[in-house]
């Protein structure tokens, strides 16, 4: 039986594209950072049309399209159809597979989501902070038929919107997560069931647990699990996170948990 659709999801998360904080702070700086912008924008959602690129970015149309036209010049990116729209070029897959060679925590531990997803039957996802935004940079799907499919790689999110996105900001220094608090909150029109107080009652329950639980807050009948990614030293590399059904994650929350910080001890390497 193929997967199942998920219920519809509400506001601004239905769109296709969705203004990036990051991109849109990067398209106000000089001729470099607008190019920046264009690059992060399609990591989310390529390929895309000009008029995607312009809104997502905030770049008027005239610069958007002479940014689009060097980069495609370049082989940054590649145009096709009609109306033209524009994706990733040899050059950028080529520092892909250039990145791909470097120590990353996506090829660490990417056998460990296997292995979960294989475990517990849902979507795995592995997410990464980028400024103020969770980026997903790994997602590993299980063999249950109702599957979380509104994240996916390149998908990015206000940090603290959704359970993996909450994690990373929850594990962040107090200090700091209450500036990047106050830059999510800007951008919660598009999530109508979270608030501030909601968010950070996660920072209490994760302080308290060490993990985030997210149930029914983002789409309907959805919920996720949470558990930082810390190195030996201190560092945070990531977020694992576990979706499916609210009533699957919510029942065996315990278990799945036990299972992620199992398979970290195990990715993770010795002090």
């Given at each position: 039986m193929p997967p199942a659709n998920l219920p519809q999801r509400q506001g601004a998360a239905m769109r296709k594209t969705i203004s990036s904080p990051t991109a849109m702070r990067l398209a106000k700086g000089n001729a470099?950072?607008?190019?920046?912008?264009v690059l992060s924008t399609l990591?989310?959602?390529?390929?895309?049309?000009?008029?995607?690129?312009a809104d997502a970015t905030g770049l008027n149309r005239v610069t958007a399209l002479r940014i689009?036209?060097?980069?495609?010049?370049a082989g940054f990116l590649i145009r096709?159809?009609?109306?033209?729209?524009y994706d990733f070029?040899?050059?950028?897959h080529a520092l892909a597979a250039a990145a791909a060679r470097s120590q990353n925590p996506r090829d660490m531990l990417r056998p460990a989501l296997l292995r979960l997803a294989a475990f517990c039957g849902d979507t795995v996802l592995l997410s990464v902070r980028s400024g103020?935004?969770?980026?997903?940079?790994?997602?590993?799907?299980?063999?249950f038929p109702i599957r979380a499919n509104y994240l996916h790689v390149g998908s990015r999110r206000p940090l603290g919107v959704g359970?993996?996105?909450m994690t990373l900001l929850a594990a962040l220094p107090p200090a700091e997560r209450e500036v990047f608090l106050d830059m999510t909150c800007q951008h919660l029109a598009a999530y109508p069931r979270l608030s501030r107080d909601r968010l950070k009652a996660h920072f209490q329950h994760y302080d308290a647990h060490g993990f985030v639980g997210m149930y029914d807050q983002i789409v309907d009948m959805m919920g996720a699990i949470g558990i930082p990614v810390i190195a030996p030293h201190g560092q945070l590399l990531g977020a694992i996170s576990i979706?499916?059904?609210t009533d699957r994650i919510r029942g065996r929350e315990a278990a799945l948990i036990a299972a992620v910080k199992a398979e970290i001890r195990q990715a993770l390497p010795p002090v």
């Open positions: 470099i950072s607008k190019a920046c912008a990591s989310t959602a390529a390929p895309l049309r000009l008029n995607e690129i689009l036209d060097d980069l495609t010049e096709s159809g009609s109306p033209p729209r070029g040899t050059e950028v103020a935004e969770s980026v997903c940079i790994e997602r590993v799907t299980g063999d359970a993996g996105s979706v499916g059904l």
